[in-house]
């Protein structure tokens, strides 16, 4: 069983066991199912794939406009994605210092 404990109050950090393989094929089904495509299609597969990393970008930048305009540092940002803070501002700053 995998469990995972996630901060209740800031300073606290989170710890999350590393089962994202499977958090992507079952996304991945269900993405599927929604769409009624069959994921023995390579073609379909590769799209509805595409799709969950499109929309995987688009969360992690608007997370991090949410950290920045809390005030979180690009130093912390970059922390958690093994990047420099330098990497992680020109990738994400969007006219923000």
Wanted: net charge negative; glycine share 6%.
């Amino acid at each position: 069983m995998v469990h995972y404990h996630f901060n209740v109050s800031p300073g606290e950090n989170v710890v999350a066991y590393d089962d994202i393989g499977d958090l992507i094929e079952d996304s991945l089904v269900v993405l599927a199912q929604r769409r009624a495509a069959w994921l023995g299609d390579d073609k379909a597969a590769i799209q509805l794939l595409a799709n969950l990393v499109d929309k995987t970008a688009e969360a992690l930048a608007q997370r991090i406009r949410a950290a920045r305009a809390a005030g979180i540092s690009w130093e912390e940002i970059a922390d958690p994605l093994g990047a420099t803070a330098t990497e992680v501002r020109l990738r994400f700053a969007d006219g923000q210092a």
